[in-house]
């Protein structure tokens, strides 16, 4: 698997044109050392177009409306519904090209803030990710 690589867990830095370094913005596409536009390769890849996955909200996409997370309707409903958002989650995950298996899926609440951290085993290999 190829792709653009994202800023997808917001910490890399990179430098401007005139030497300074700069954070990249959250989810942007970013220049490598080089100076190129950066492409992530094999589990990378992978594991970037999962967390992308997980951020799409469902309806988001124009040419794919039935696609994404549903957000709004299990979240934001009065009385959350965890377990048809964790469903959700695993279902975009397994639609990512090379993914095998979500090997582990911990979703927490704290307040109003829902979060989650996964272990996903692709064809490439095993990683995680979290959001």
Do not use: H, K
């Amino acid at each position: 698997m190829q792709t653009l690589s994202a800023n997808v867990n917001d910490n890399i830095v990179t430098t401007n044109a005139v030497g300074v370094s700069v954070p990249v913005a959250f989810n942007d596409i970013y220049l490598d050392g080089d100076r190129n536009i950066s492409v992530s390769f094999g589990l990378q890849a992978a594991l970037q177009a999962c967390a992308q996955a997980a951020s799409t909200l469902l309806g988001e996409m124009v040419l794919n409306t039935d696609q994404g997370i549903p957000n709004f309707q299990t979240l934001w409903i009065g009385v959350p519904n965890i377990q048809q958002w964790t469903a959700a989650l695993r279902s975009a995950w397994l639609a990512v090209p090379t993914v095998v298996e979500v090997v582990s899926l911990i979703t927490s609440q704290i307040d109003n803030d829902f979060s989650y951290t996964a272990v996903i085993r692709t064809t490439d290999g095993t990683g995680g990710i979290s959001g």
